[in-house]
């Protein structure tokens, strides 16, 4: 099983949403049996993903058991909200030890029940956040382009609880997928922000396959808001607004880009098997 962290610094970036399109898209177009960890908090993903009634809902370890056994629904896409699971509690001036230790559990635990763990958590350097990205495979940073998101890459990647002291530390084979600007907009602040960010972190965006020397970018679009309302992939919209092929097709590209780097693409399972 892969386990992708989608985590931020600041809150905003539309982390949750591209969480939840990019389990849609593994599930729906990969055909992946797709487990979503939800430690934020209020956890929106979970919201999100039960609402529309494409995940199932579970509720602790023993739920996980169930679905291994066959003994609940199991469509190959599920979601678990921490906040379910009893050891996955921080106290009062925990160091993190105990946690990071039921995180490393829980991801054993569920290593069976699904080919990609996608988990969305608090904004780091959270200590749970600070925990979970010490465990997983890899990492992926979701920034929308203002002043405030650009004050903070500095701390997420060189800071005392960055991603180079993650993997200089605790998680040598954690692997930093990059930086992915989200909700663009094509203003003149926007462009200012997008030259920003490439003058100061070029080298941790993530290139762009389709376009040589660009780097990945999702623009800001209404039909993703609409079907995270909904808590469908956006491409089950595209019918009813034209609007959102658009939307689903730069989507599309992005996804199918970080499924490449991640290698998801080696996995093959037939959900329907």
């Not at 600070?130 to 800071?159: F, H, K, W, Y």
């Not at 030259?195 to 070029?202: D, K, L, P, V, Y």
Request: glycine letters at 8%; one cysteine or more; aromatic letters at 6%.
């Amino acid at each position: 099983m892969k386990t992708l962290l989608i985590a931020t610094e600041q809150g905003g970036a539309g982390k949750t949403a591209m969480l939840c399109q990019f389990a849609h898209y593994l599930h729906r177009v990969r055909r992946l049996r797709v487990l979503v960890i939800d430690a934020a908090e209020p956890p929106c993903s979970t919201a999100s993903l039960v609402r529309g009634g494409r995940a199932v809902l579970l509720r602790g370890e023993k739920s996980i058991t169930q679905s291994e056994r066959g003994d609940v629904e199991a469509p190959g896409f599920w979601v678990l909200p921490t906040g379910t699971v009893p050891s996955l509690t921080l106290g009062l001036g925990d160091d993190g030890a105990r946690y990071y230790a039921n995180v490393r559990h829980l991801l054993f635990v569920v290593a069976k029940l699904a080919d990609v763990c996608l988990i969305d958590s608090p904004p780091l350097p959270d200590l749970r956040a600070l925990c979970i990205e010490s465990t997983v495979d890899a990492m992926l940073s979701p920034v929308q382009l203002n002043r405030e998101s650009l004050d903070s890459l500095a701390d997420l990647i060189n800071g005392p609880h960055g991603v180079r002291q993650i993997r200089a530390k605790l998680n040598p084979t954690l692997q930093f997928v990059g930086l992915l600007p989200n909700m663009v907009e094509a203003t003149s602040l926007g462009r200012e922000n997008a030259r920003a960010i490439e003058t100061q972190f070029g080298p941790w965006l993530i290139a762009d396959p389709g376009r040589p020397g660009g780097y990945l970018r999702i623009p800001r679009f209404v039909a993703v808001r609409r079907a995270q309302a909904e808590g469908v992939p956006v491409g089950e919209i595209v019918g009813r607004e034209p609007a959102a092929r658009r939307a689903w097709q730069t989507m599309l590209a992005c996804f199918e880009a970080l499924t490449a780097y991640l290698r998801l693409d080696e996995i093959a399972y037939d959900v329907e098997a």
